[in-house]
């Protein structure tokens, strides 16, 4: 192996070796500008917190969330039941541990599933040009509709179920994470390291992995975090019509249907779980504005 060889190897893998350290540090930067920011700290512990319940829910909840007492029907809060009770006598505070559940895992099912499919298209409109019209059309037709209005109208054909109510919110929220990407993708194609890698013979699915996607994967992350906290409303409004998961499986929005009949003489049915349908999306939107604001410091500028 002649010396220039030996040379060139060397400067390559210094070049690498260099490579990877700015990665290293940049990754080290995002995480201490997150460990940093206190709408982001604030809304991850929220969540983190409401999770850890969720997770635990058969050790935390005080009693089971589907037994009936009548001998305790409607009861107020009180030492032995935090959150009352309904009108079955069921515990308020085991129902709505139990329905937490079920909200965040519909919500971060339907946040992944939207950023796969959502990835899928937007990067298929952008990068295969004689399939953009064709589907930006059919996205936006799905978008011309109601986003609730469209998830309750297709959970309805469906049947109420927990995969019905993920399905429809899927697809509800599909084209607009789609439309994020796309506009992601486009800025990326026209990068000059793109073009590069072009240049030097790169084939197409190292430069949508490598280079493009590794570039639209930011703008992702913070559309993903409000399709999870949307996602929470509206299966609280489908739960609450009638089309989410069937009684007597706890969610929050058929606990809050459960106490519209009687809020007026016993509101703790109806308000402790939307309290907590509104500190859940809290928490998820503060994490969205942090991430927002350390990935595009424009945001945090104009305010």
Known sequence: MSAETIETLDAGGSLRSEMRRARRRRTLMFVRELSMHPSFLIGATILFVLTAIALLAPWVAPYDPNKSNYSDILMG????????????????????????????????????????????????????????????????????????????????????????????????????????????????????????????????????????????LSPLIVQLTFVFAVSIIAEAIMSFLGVGPPPPAASLGNIIADGRTYIQEAWWVAVFPGIVIAVAVLGLNLMGDGLRDIIDPRHRSER
């Open 77 to 216: 809060p009180t030492e032995r039941f935090w959150f009352g009770t309904d009108g079955f006598g069921r515990d308020i505070l085991s129902r709505v541990i139990y329905g937490l559940r079920v909200s965040l895992a519909i919500g971060l099912i339907v946040a992944m599933l939207t950023g796969i499919l959502g990835t899928i298209l937007g990067t298929l409109a952008s990068y295969v040009r004689w399939l953009d019209g064709l589907l930006m059309r059919v996205l936006d037709g799905l978008m011309a509709f109601p986003g609730v209005l469209l998830a309750i109208a297709l959970a309805s054909a469906l049947g109420p179920s927990e995969l019905t109510v993920i399905i429809a919110l899927t697809v509800t929220y599909t084209p607009r994470t789609a439309r994020v990407v796309r506009a992601a993708v486009l800025v990326a194609q026209g990068m000059q390291y793109v073009e590069a890698a072009r240049a030097v013979g790169a084939g197409h699915g190292r430069i949508i992995f490598r280079y493009i996607l590794a570039n639209a």
